[in-house]
Each structure stands twice: as C-alpha cells, then as structure tokens.
C-alpha cells in the first residue's frame, strides 16, 4: 500500500512569488486535505478535496488555491507568498464515504519565505 | 467553536514505563471522532489511534490506548512500555461529523524518553 507522498520537500521563495506543492494520496483514498503547521503549533486546516471539488476550507484567503486531479492526487498553490506564509505544508487523504475516518498524512513541503 | 486542549507543553518518561498524554476538548456536536498523532522532527503526521464518539470501548493499538471519557471530555493517549524512539511531538485532534474531514488540532505535547 502506497502511503501519502508531497513534494518537494524543502523549498525557499521569496515574498511575492507564487508557489505549487503536489500530493499524491495514498492507494485506494479519494479525499485530500491541506493543512499549514507553523513553527511549536498544530497544524491548521486549509481545505479539502473530494471528486475534484473543494469540499470545505479553513479561514485562509483565496491566494490559496488548489486542485484535485481524476486520480486523486492534489496540488497547493500559494500567490504573493507572504513571510507568514512560512511553514510546514502537510496532505491528508482519507476514504471519504465508507465510515473510515482514518486519515493519513504525507512528510509534508516546509517552504521557507524570505 | 470546537476547541482542543493540550495543557501539556513537555513530558519526560523513563524507558520501559508508561505515560498518560492529556487532552480536552470541546464540542457541541453529538457525532465526532478524536485523534492523535505522532510527529516526529522529520515532520511526518503519524496517525496513533482513533476513538469515535459512540464507542463504547476505548480504542486502542498496540502500546497505545485511548482513555475516553465522554463526560469530561477528555480522550488522554496511554503510551505503555515507552521506547526512546516514541521522542516526539504527539498532538491530539478532533473532527465532527457535520464538517466533514477538517481536523482540528492541539497545540502539542513534546515527549522525551529517558535511557
């Protein structure tokens, strides 16, 4: 079973600049959260995808986009990256309509803004 | 608002013993589940243990148990037997069923275990 992987792992913008971070879900999952962790907090919900849609979204502004691809697999993008904008960057898939609510996060991206 | 709470910012276990990892929460929804997660400094979330709100036994997998009590509002993480490698953050969370699968997350709790 293939677990959640992200990429890259480590990027460095600058402020201003635009950012792309990927998510492949794991085997078998059809749903994709996004969450921020900044440094000594948890993480906080961005939003969700299920079927392609944004299923739900935290209180983040539309500078935050995202996509989900006909295989499940997500992408993140940021615009006019902000210093704050600074953090750990983790996907979560999950089974959405069986009853597991398990779900299952990737390394994350940690995005540096400078 | 559903709220998470974490009073533990850092605990130190001796290895080979257990520890209890507290957590409250607050909510006015009858269906939820609580979680927690292991994170390691490589930054993965790793998924513990799940407890549904209409369990009547208290999860567990493993070394790990969760002390569920619906009244209090609590869901404390039982760590038994503890090994140098459970150094970590642990960080509990809860997500109700009317928001669909946005978790919402504890502040942390970092663990050291002591040789």
């Known amino acids: 079973e293939t677990g959640v992987t992200q990429s890259p792992t480590h990027l460095i913008k600058t402020r201003g600049q635009q950012v792309t971070l990927r998510c492949s879900s794991q085997s078998g999952h059809n749903t994709v959260s996004w969450y921020q962790q900044a440094l000594g907090q948890g993480p906080q919900f961005i939003f969700q995808y299920y079927r392609e849609e944004e299923n739900g979204r935290g209180n983040f502004p539309p500078r935050f986009s995202g996509l989900q691809f006909p295989n499940y697999s997500s992408e993140l993008n940021v615009n006019a990256l902000e210093l704050d904008d600074s953090a750990l960057y983790l996907c979560a898939s999950s089974l959405s309509g069986t009853g597991d609510e398990k779900l299952f996060f990737g390394s994350g991206t940690q995005l540096s803004v400078l | 608002a559903q709220k998470i709470t974490q009073t533990q910012p850092g605990m130190f276990v001796q290895e080979k013993e257990a520890v209890t990892l507290d957590c409250t929460y607050d909510t006015s929804d009858q269906s939820y589940g609580l979680f927690w997660y292991k994170q390691p400094s490589s930054g993965e979330m790793i998924f513990l243990i799940y407890?549904?709100?209409?369990?009547?036994q208290n999860a567990t997998e493993g070394r790990y148990s969760l002390n569920f009590q619906k009244a209090r509002k609590s869901a404390n993480l039982v760590i038994s037997a503890s090994q140098l490698g459970d150094s970590a953050m642990y960080f509990c969370?809860?997500?109700?069923?009317?928001?669909?699968?946005?978790?919402?997350f504890g502040t942390g709790t970092r663990l050291a275990v002591r040789p």
């Open positions: 969370a809860m997500r109700r069923k009317s928001s669909g699968d946005k978790l919402t």
């Open positions: 407890q549904g709100s209409y369990d009547e």
